[in-house]
């Protein structure tokens, strides 16, 4: 179904730029026909339909093209961070059976290893360079006979023709292992077409890339929504040095962004918060033309009023919520005429989805009342691989219980609150961490706070806090005790106060609590 979409986008669309990347511009024709190919590498190598294929790879076109080569083999695409340890990537390999992994020369020694010791037959191809332990992407891209038109216009949206899993991703959540979600090309088709009814995308868009593909916001946001309409999609490129691709800060990549918005006429930028406030905080003496952006959009995280506040000063644009989750992509946007009143909601629903705010019991509460949100979506996977009981509780009469707070006001908006599962378990009483942040947050020493919970001596949990302090600023666990007992009530005061240089965080800037208990 994917695959028919990009050849029926690359028969429309042939010499339009589907992939910028630095100074490589792929048309559709060009890409549809290494889409080809590699699928058809791969058949050589014994892959075929439901083999797992891991791509281990920072944003590049490779990523793309090994994408729809999985799906037109009716495959399993299993993309993973490509900054996991030996310890995380091997769990996810061995979890997910993958029989290839994809990745480049930097990753391949480590790929190998632990491909040795899982003791299974996964191949190895990596995309920038031939090692004598790997097979070569591009060896792999095989010449294959070009599409005609007839088979091409044969694509229909009958969505009922690919019902095995093709996605595969891993949902952590607030507590247990991750949890494997698949999703099925159906799923993904009806997330796209539901995204680009909503933001009314079209073939004239040109989406700049700089949040991960392997990523839910990134695949669905940016891959799927540029690639499924025509559109064009820009990707960041790697950065080198001394012949070797290296992680840095953004806030070293900001100008280059700025140079890509204007020279490629982005009309859509997907990104995350941390990622809108860096760009606000460039210099004032940088200018950049962004007069073509019609859309930002900020996931991943809350946006805060100072971070749209101060985007919007610097650029004139306001930053738009969007709300999603690993289990069915993109849920709601905010495109209110007037988001300066609403910038702290996620919008309303996308086309085609449902949400609903329920009790514990699972009865819809009304306009304004906190509760869980629960969404019914023909996106929505149809569970968590081997967990029946978690399924149980999450998924009821085709509706996915979320675990997110949150309310619908007078019209129709959504308003994500807080995290249902999060609460904190003290004496019997639950206590919201986001309230103790909140305070914490408005000390003027504190640049930023984290509350969890962790086991008491004997049940229930001790409240924890997390402090990042302000530069330059020192103080006492006791002034922190001090100052909380004055604003909160005692059970909800830290018991437990930890000092950090910074909070550990994803790469699309989400909190890891689990890693601070």
């Not at 700025?258 to 490629?264: G, K, M, N, R």
């Not at 003290?426 to 309230?435: A, H, L, Q």
Request: net charge negative; hydrophobic share 40%; proline share 5%.
């Amino acid at each position: 179904m994917l695959e028919q979409i990009l050849a029926k986008v690359a028969k429309d669309y042939p010499e339009k730029a589907a992939i910028v990347y630095d100074k490589l511009r792929i048309t559709y024709r060009e890409l549809y026909a290494q889409v080809k190919g590699f699928s058809n590498g791969l058949s050589s190598i014994g892959i075929s339909q439901s083999d797992c294929i891991a791509v281990i790879l920072p944003n590049c076109p490779e990523f793309a093209v090994s994408f729809y080569a999985a799906a037109k083999l009716n495959a399993i695409f299993l993309p993973l961070n490509h900054l996991f340890k030996e310890e995380e990537l091997s769990y996810y390999i061995s979890d997910s059976n993958a029989k290839v992994i994809i990745t480049d020369t930097k990753r391949a020694e480590l790929c190998s290893k632990i491909i040795s010791k899982l003791d299974k037959q996964i191949k190895l191809i990596t995309v920038d360079a031939v090692s004598p332990l790997t097979t070569y992407f591009y060896d792999l891209v095989l010449p294959e006979a070009t599409e005609t038109d007839e088979n091409i216009s044969s694509f229909t949206e009958n969505t009922d023709s690919f019902p095995r899993d093709f996605l595969y991703q891993y949902s952590s959540g607030s507590t247990g292992r991750p949890k494997r979600v698949g999703r099925t090309q159906n799923n993904l088709y009806h997330e796209v077409n539901n995204f680009t009814q909503t933001a009314k995308t079209t073939s004239a868009d040109n989406i700049l890339c700089i949040v991960p593909l392997y990523h839910a916001h990134g695949l669905g946001n940016c891959l799927l929504a540029s690639t499924c309409n025509g559109a064009t999609l820009v990707i960041l490129e790697q950065f080198w040095q001394k012949g070797t691709p290296v992680e840095v800060p953004f806030v070293f990549r900001r100008l280059r962004v700025l140079e890509l918005l204007e020279q490629e006429q982005i009309t859509i930028l997907p990104a995350v918060p941390y990622i809108f406030n860096t760009l606000a905080e460039t210099p004032l003496d940088t200018q950049a033309d962004l007069s073509s952006l019609k859309l930002c959009f900020s996931a991943g995280n809350f946006l805060s009023q100072e971070i749209f506040d101060k985007f919007l000063t610097r650029f004139g644009i306001p930053v738009r919520q969007l709300y999603g989750c690993t289990e069915a992509g993109s849920v709601s946007l905010n495109l209110d005429e007037q988001p300066e009143k609403t910038y702290d909601s996620v919008g309303h629903p996308m086309e085609n989805i449902k949400i609903k705010i329920v009790n514990d019991e699972g009865d819809e509460l009304p306009t304004g009342a906190i509760g869980e949100v629960t969404l019914e979506s023909q996106a929505l996977t149809r569970g968590y691989h081997n967990m029946p009981e978690l399924n149980q509780q999450a998924f009821k009469n085709g509706a996915f219980f979320t675990g997110d707070l949150g309310k619908i006001d007078e019209a129709g908006r959504l308003y994500i609150t807080g995290r249902k599962k999060i609460l904190i378990d003290t004496g019997g009483r639950k206590v919201d961490p986001i309230e103790i942040e909140d305070v914490l947050i408005a000390h003027s020493k504190i640049k930023e706070a984290v509350v969890v919970g962790v086991k008491g001596y004997f049940a229930g949990e001790i409240i924890k806090a997390v402090i990042v302090p302000q530069e330059s600023e020192k103080f006492e666990e006791q002034e922190i005790s001090s100052y909380c007992k004055e604003r909160l009530a005692e059970f909800k005061v830290p018991k437990i106060i930890e000092f950090r240089d910074e909070i550990p965080k994803s790469p699309l800037g989400k909190i890891l609590r689990k890693a601070l208990v």
